[in-house]
């Protein structure tokens, strides 16, 4: 039978300890690289959520509307919304969700995100192999995620050994997820450097600050992918021979 406490003192319960520790540094180092850069002008003055749509229409991905109008069909519209470091792509209503500190903002940092941001919108439009693989699972890495403690609660309660499997099977799912996000990530933070570099929205000396702010965010994903891992590493070994 499982005992918790023989849970905590098995050998592969020891993996998760390093990567705990890196993704509490990860999430300290995306934060810190971004407070300092959120603090350095950018020399061109313009503000996060233009510097996005300079890019999206460069990209030929911005369609004029009118006030009140709606964008064209295949076109990314931007979106200010609340929170801090809150910015993403929503591929389903193609809309970049940049926050306030962001879209308002005209420092390296902000530019730096605007363009990862826009990074993920271009590769919605290419079809990135990766993106595309990882938005598919979507839907069954979400059920992984929520239902796997209630399933193994199950399994451990009523005994059913085959709950506890397929929670783990359905964790996989999560786990395969995050890890197709690595590579979407770090290809976006690529792509938003190009098109820095490219537009001259930042001089060739702020490319490094900007540089740092994305691939400090990019350490954030690494640190979260080793984390699912080792954890599936030990729901497979630990869990189920405990």
Excluded: C
């Amino acid at each position: 039978m499982w005992n918790p406490l023989y849970a905590y003192l098995d050998p592969t319960f020891l993996l998760l300890i390093p990567v705990i520790i890196l993704g509490i540094y990860a999430q300290w180092k995306v934060r810190s690289t971004y407070r300092k850069y959120a603090q350095v002008p950018a020399a061109a003055g313009l503000s996060g959520a233009k510097v996005a749509a300079m890019l999206l229409e460069r990209n030929k991905l911005r369609g004029v509307a009118p006030a009140g109008g709606r964008y064209e069909t295949g076109a990314v519209g931007i979106q200010e919304v609340g929170g801090s470091l809150t910015d993403h792509y929503d591929p389903r209503s193609r809309t970049l969700r940049l926050s306030a500190g962001v879209a308002r903002s005209s420092s390296l940092a902000a530019y730096g995100v605007a363009a990862h941001e826009v990074g993920h919108a271009v590769q919605h439009r290419d079809g990135y192999l990766f993106l595309t693989v990882r938005n598919a699972l979507l839907p069954v890495a979400n059920l992984g995620s929520q239902l796997l403690i209630p399933l193994l609660l199950g399994g451990l309660i009523f005994r059913w050994g085959f709950l506890i499997n397929v929670g783990i099977v359905l964790y996989a799912f999560a786990v395969v997820f995050q890890v197709l996000t690595l590579p979407v990530e770090i290809d976006a933070s690529r792509r938003a450097l190009g098109m820095l570099r490219e537009t001259g929205a930042v001089a060739e000396d702020e490319i490094k600050g900007a540089g740092k702010v994305l691939r400090a965010a990019a350490f954030t994903y690494l640190a979260s992918t080793l984390t699912a891992v080792a954890y599936l590493l030990y729901l497979l070994v630990g869990v189920r021979r405990n």
